[in-house]
């Protein structure tokens, strides 16, 4: 027989029940903007019916609801999706920042970068060409060439200085990303005893996700939950994080890395010390953008590479305005030298010749003492050694220049930062008195004669002598001006002017006029030697392969600008596919106000009338209890 009190305790389930969905309804909207929070429900059961006896047998009769859980709403799917697309979205803002950092590096709108010192270079050059024995326009082209070295390494240390931000960056992410494993593994292990009275720890799940979203912006990762409610995270094959265990990452000791000038890292796992390398985040992304600066400098060195080597091998092939015309000839490196400078270098050491060596990409410089110049006539030779003729079927000769010295040093190959810092003009141009070596004059090859004006009797090269142009000529300054803004002909192409055969190694009007060559003192062999058509010279093999510097450079820039403008539009496609995803999951589990409070009214109506059945079966009872019986007394 069913319990007169049974009513009583369907309206308190009832009640009870209404007041459990208020609470939660009231701890979601107080967490409406509480980050990583999940909105949740109440689940409710009809509570087991009781049977009681009827006219035609037995019926059951409700006893009311109670709660089974509290539930979180979670889209675990919308979850796997947001974490893989953040991990990319992080890798482009990552490599946005660092482009914007390399752009202002580069950026010459303010007529103050590499660019703007670049014309300014190129035109004292040019302005020298027409008059040569101007001394401001000598000084001009010191100036200028100064200004441009300064550009360069300043660009080159201000790249060093991006490259060191990013290993500090690293460290940072490194830090931050076992603070998130370590937050992880205590979230497991307090969701895991929470749940294990089968309880379900929302709010820690919540707090947990969270730090999952926060540590996918670092890492691609995946996510698998076992049978205890534990998370494992795994990245690129390694298991970051696996119940209650984890790995921890650290950075290795600095490695000194000379060609840039700067101390390597990478990022290890402490306890195999074996390397990590993620293939997505934020930290996949700074030791890309690490690569790519690197890539940076490596341009700047090659234009500093160009100027060491062809630069100064078409300098090497003029004559500067000291001295005394009559007199040139062999230059002994001593003071009994009394014609003008030949065969010297406009940028770097005067006494180091620097070759460019295209199999290992850097600057050979030989250190040289005791060097010596030696002027002579050489034969103008075609690809396969033979000498060529002109029309009428004579030899044609041109001027050689034979750099000759003792090795002092012979294992400096210069790569990176160090050919940038060998970047100087020749101190002996830039000492007082120094701008009359700038060679901007050429020499030729011309007929000997006799005291009487007579051409000599002699046959062959024997029959000619090297002399050098008027101080005002700048025919030499013209080709060196070209090396700017001229590229290298793909194949020989020859010039004549003024009757002077030119042979040109290098596009344009980048003519030579003379053949270099670098020789070590007692040697039968050249280190370099320009007339060999068959081995490496610095005006066949130059570290802007075809191109000027000015299209090295613009191309450079170029591109620079051209990747950071695509990686823009690739941002900007993520942040639109994260915003959708973000619906998604808000869809989801976020907190709408609308229904909440909505909620709300319907819970508290519904416990208001719970509360006013209760009162109504409480008179009942009364009436029953105190009032039957009564009457007649």
Same mark, same amino acid.
């Given at each position: 027989m069913r319990s007169t009190f049974a009513g009583l305790n369907t309206m308190v389930r009832g009640i009870y029940a209404n007041q459990l969905s208020l609470d939660t309804t009231g701890h979601n909207i107080t967490n409406a903007g509480t980050e990583g929070y999940s909105r949740q429900s109440v689940n409710l059961a009809a509570t087991r019916g009781q049977q009681v006896s009827s006219i035609y047998g037995q019926v059951m009769v409700g006893t009311g609801v109670d709660s089974t859980s509290i539930e979180r709403a979670r889209n675990v799917y919308a979850d796997k999706q947001y974490w893989s697309e953040t991990a990319q979205q992080q890798y482009y803002k990552t490599q946005q920042t660092n482009y914007d950092k390399v752009e202002a590096i580069f950026n010459d709108s303010?007529?103050?970068g590499v660019k703007n010192a670049l014309t300014e270079f190129y035109n004292a050059w040019n302005d020298l060409s027409t008059s040569a024995s101007t001394a401001s326009?000598?000084?001009?082209?010191?100036?200028?060439s100064n200004v441009l070295a300064d550009r360069i390494k300043t660009a080159s240390q201000q790249l060093q200085a991006q490259i060191n931000a990013q290993y500090e960056d690293m460290s940072l992410s490194v830090t931050q990303i076992n603070d998130y494993t370590d937050q992880l593994v205590k979230l497991n292990q307090n969701i895991m005893t929470t749940e294990a009275t089968g309880a379900s720890a929302n709010d820690l799940r919540d707090q947990r996700d969270l730090i999952v979203d926060n540590l996918s912006k670092y890492m691609n990762l995946n996510v698998y939950e076992d049978e205890k409610g534990m998370y494992s995270v795994v990245s690129n094959g390694i298991t970051m994080v696996n119940g209650i265990n984890k790995i921890t990452l650290e950075m290795s000791e600095p490695q000194t890395n000379k060609t840039y000038g700067i101390s390597d890292y990478t990022v290890n796992i402490k306890e195999s010390g074996i390397a990590y390398i993620p293939t997505n985040g934020s930290l996949k992304a700074q030791m890309d953008t690490i690569a790519e600066d690197k890539g940076y400098l490596d341009q700047m060195a090659n234009i500093a590479g160009f100027l060491l080597t062809t630069f100064?091998?078409?300098?090497?092939?003029?004559?500067?305005?000291?001295?005394?015309?009559?007199s040139l000839g062999d230059d002994d490196g001593t003071a009994t030298y009394k014609g003008p400078s030949y065969g010297r270098n406009f940028w770097g050491d005067d006494n180091t010749l620097y070759t460019w060596d295209a199999t290992n990409q850097c600057v050979q410089a030989t250190q040289m003492k005791d060097i010596t110049r030696r002027l002579t006539v050489a034969e103008k030779t075609d690809a396969d050694g033979k000498a060529l003729k002109d029309t009428d079927g004579n030899v044609i000769y041109m001027p050689q220049v034979t750099i000759t010295g003792t090795k002092v040093d012979t294992g400096n190959n210069l790569k990176g930062i160090n050919i940038i810092n060998a970047l100087q003009v020749n101190t002996a141009i830039t000492a007082v008195g120094g701008q009359s070596l700038i060679a901007a004059r050429t020499l030729s090859v011309t007929k000997k004669t006799d005291e009487n004006g007579k051409f000599s009797t002699a046959t062959g090269k024997d029959a000619y002598e090297v002399a050098v142009n008027g101080s005002g000529d700048g025919t030499n300054a013209t080709n060196v001006a070209s090396l700017v803004n001229m590229?290298?002909?793909?194949?020989?192409?020859?010039?004549?002017?003024n009757n002077t055969s030119y042979q040109a190694y290098s596009g344009g009007n980048v003519i030579s006029s003379a053949y270099?060559?670098?020789? *070590?003192?007692?040697? +039968?062999?050249?280190?370099?030697?320009?007339?060999?058509?068959? =081995? *490496?010279?610095?005006? +066949?093999?130059?570290?802007?392969?075809?191109?000027?510097?000015? =299209?090295?450079?613009?191309?450079a820039v170029s591109q620079l600008g051209s990747d950071s403008e695509s990686l823009d539009d690739k941002a900007d496609a993520q942040d639109d596919l994260i915003l959708q995803i973000t619906n998604w999951r808000s869809s989801t589990s976020g907190v709408d106000w609308n229904e909440e409070l909505s909620n709300m009214i319907m819970f508290q109506k519904g416990y208001s009338a719970c509360s006013r059945c209760l009162t109504t079966m409480d008179e009942m009872l009364d009436k029953l209890i105190n009032s039957t019986g009564m009457v007649g007394r």
């Open positions: 303010g007529n103050t326009n000598r000084t001009a082209v010191i100036e200028k100064n091998t078409v300098h090497q092939q003029g004559a500067g305005i000291d001295g005394t015309d009559s590229g290298q002909y793909n194949g020989e192409k020859d010039y004549s002017v270099v060559a670098y020789q *070590e003192s007692g040697a +039968t062999t050249f280190l370099m030697n320009m007339q060999d058509k068959k =081995a *490496e010279n610095n005006m +066949t093999s130059r570290s802007l392969d075809t191109n000027s510097v000015n =299209a090295y450079y613009s191309a």
